[in-house]
């Protein structure tokens, strides 16, 4: 099976080659990627646990979930087919910003994103792909809020990131 890519991207967004994944990650060279919040009628997010077997960050939680786009993807098609992917169903989604951040890990790898954030909404309980995902949970965003200052090691970098910078954009 032949290695994901990812789209290289410039500041703006403009998409300047494809890189292997892991290539892009080991260099740390800025790539278009996006992240899924997705709540319910209660205005609770649906966080995931990442799978323990994750190349970074596994176990930590974060949003409902994140990937990098395909190439010739747009980012609301992108979002849909990992909604489906990781979490078993699928909802009408939005982009609401972007932001760039980069992210070094233990493990010699670095992520350098420039990641939309799309948010829909879904009332149901979701259908977890276990290869993805090892858990889930809704939570209120005051709780979330709370809960990565209290334990800031249990949720991943990115998800942190959002929160701190972009808290406006994902509440609603």
Known sequence: MREEQVILVNEK???IGL???MEAHEKAVLHRAFSVFVFNDKNELML???AAHKYH????WTN???SHQRNGETNIEAGTRRLQEEMG???DIEEVTSFI???PFDNGLTEHELDHILIGYYNKEPKINSDEVESYKWMPLEAVKNDIEQHPLMYTEWFKII???YYSFINK
């Open 13 to 15: 967004d403009e998409q």
């Open 19 to 21: 890189m292997p994944k």
């Open 48 to 50: 995931q646990q990442r």
């Open 57 to 60: 960050s596994p176990l930590l």
């Open 64 to 66: 409902t979930c994140c």
């Open 89 to 91: 169903f699928v909802c």
């Open 101 to 103: 951040y980069k992210a």
């Open 163 to 165: 929160f701190k910078n």
